[in-house]
């Protein structure tokens, strides 16, 4: 597969562990600007690549697994002969930076607004949504008022950027995630960091600290709040930077 990835070095390398950007659900490496800036600033060289499917990289959506989606970051850390990454993932992405995780090793992992594991989401059910599915089709408002109302901390500049960004989404992978998938604690060794939007349940497909307080509770691991953050929101809002401070401030001390 032919991958796009966002690569931006360090301006003063300062850590030797790169950092790997794992976008969510309908999204793209283009919603990491926020942190791709501040990381690289503080000294830490980045990865962020677009899943198949999304954004830049070649491939359908139709029949894409949550596997397919540990696969390109496999190919991202191969193609790229990364050592001992940190992986950060967001929604979606931060179960794809877990999976990959546990499979393969990685220095750290931090999971902001997670998909819940197995494990914490309880047994789940089958159902089966179209081969690619939109933003729409899982709940988001199509009535700007509405979308303005349960995204208050992205200004309605952004709003209107944010919906270019949006893609599709595979039907399969959400399938599996409603399944569960099982992330196992004791293969969770590395350091790990969840983080959380207050306001990350605001739109009907969001997920914030309630579910970032689960993970961390089940896992025994750290947990972070963003105060006022939305489930997009805390990459692209006017919180994303106090987000990504914090994580910065937890990775140097790792």
Same mark, same amino acid.
């Not at 490496?29 to 954004?55: C, N, Q, V």
């Not at 894409?64 to 950060?88: G, L």
């Given at each position: @597969?032919?991958? #796009?990835?966002?690569?931006?070095?360090?301006?003063?390398?300062?850590?030797?562990?790169?950092?790997?950007?794992?976008?969510?659900?309908?999204?793209?490496? !283009?919603?990491?600007?926020? +942190?791709?800036?501040? #990381?690289? &600033?503080?000294?830490?060289?980045?990865?962020?690549?677009?899943?198949?499917?999304?954004? &830049?990289?070649?491939?359908?959506? *139709?029949?894409?697994?949550?596997?397919? +989606?540990?696969?390109?970051?496999?190919?991202?850390?191969?193609?790229?002969?990364?050592?001992?990454?940190?992986?950060?993932?967001?929604?979606?992405?931060?179960?794809?930076?877990?999976?990959? =995780?546990?499979? +393969?090793?990685?220095?750290?992992?931090?999971?902001?607004?997670?998909?819940?594991?197995?494990?914490?989401?309880?047994?789940?059910?089958?159902?089966?949504?179209?081969?690619?599915?939109?933003?729409?089709?899982?709940?988001?408002?199509?009535?700007?008022?509405?979308?303005?109302?349960?995204?208050?901390?992205?200004?309605?500049?952004? $709003?209107? @950027?944010?919906?270019?960004?949006?893609?599709?989404?595979?039907?399969?992978?959400? !399938?599996?995630?409603? $399944?569960?998938?099982?992330?196992? &604690?004791?293969?969770? !060794?590395?350091?790990?960091? #969840?983080?959380?939007?207050? $306001?990350?349940?605001?739109?009907?497909?969001?997920?914030?600290?309630?579910? *970032?307080? *689960? @993970?961390?509770?089940?896992?025994?691991?750290?947990?972070?709040?963003?105060?006022? *953050?939305?489930?997009?929101?805390? $990459?692209?809002?006017?919180? =994303?930077?106090? !987000?990504?401070? &914090?994580?910065?401030?937890? @990775?140097?001390?790792?």
């Amino acid at each position: @597969m032919k991958q #796009f990835i966002l690569i931006k070095n360090a301006e003063e390398k300062k850590h030797e562990s790169p950092v790997i950007l794992v976008h969510g659900s309908w999204s793209s490496s !283009s919603m990491w600007m926020a +942190y791709t800036e501040l #990381f690289s &600033k503080m000294g830490w060289d980045i990865y962020a690549p677009d899943l198949r499917g999304h954004g &830049k990289s070649d491939g359908s959506l *139709a029949g894409v697994t949550m596997e397919n +989606y540990v696969d390109d970051i496999k190919q991202t850390v191969t193609e790229n002969d990364i050592k001992d990454p940190i992986i950060v993932g967001h929604s979606m992405g931060s179960l794809v930076a877990l999976m990959y =995780a546990v499979q +393969y090793g990685a220095k750290a992992v931090v999971a902001i607004d997670p998909s819940p594991s197995k494990e914490v989401q309880g047994e789940g059910e089958a159902k089966d949504y179209p081969a690619e599915y939109s933003p729409m089709d899982a709940g988001m408002p199509t009535d700007p008022m509405e979308v303005m109302k349960g995204l208050p901390d992205i200004p309605q500049e952004k $709003l209107m @950027m944010l919906k270019d960004m949006l893609g599709m989404e595979s039907g399969v992978a959400r !399938s599996e995630r409603k $399944l569960g998938i099982s992330i196992p &604690k004791e293969k969770l !060794s590395m350091p790990t960091l #969840f983080v959380g939007g207050e $306001l990350g349940e605001s739109v009907p497909f969001g997920i914030g600290i309630r579910t *970032a307080k *689960a @993970m961390a509770d089940y896992y025994g691991k750290e947990v972070i709040e963003i105060k006022g *953050a939305t489930h997009p929101g805390i $990459l692209v809002g006017e919180h =994303a930077m106090e !987000s990504a401070q &914090k994580i910065v401030e937890w @990775m140097a001390k790792i």
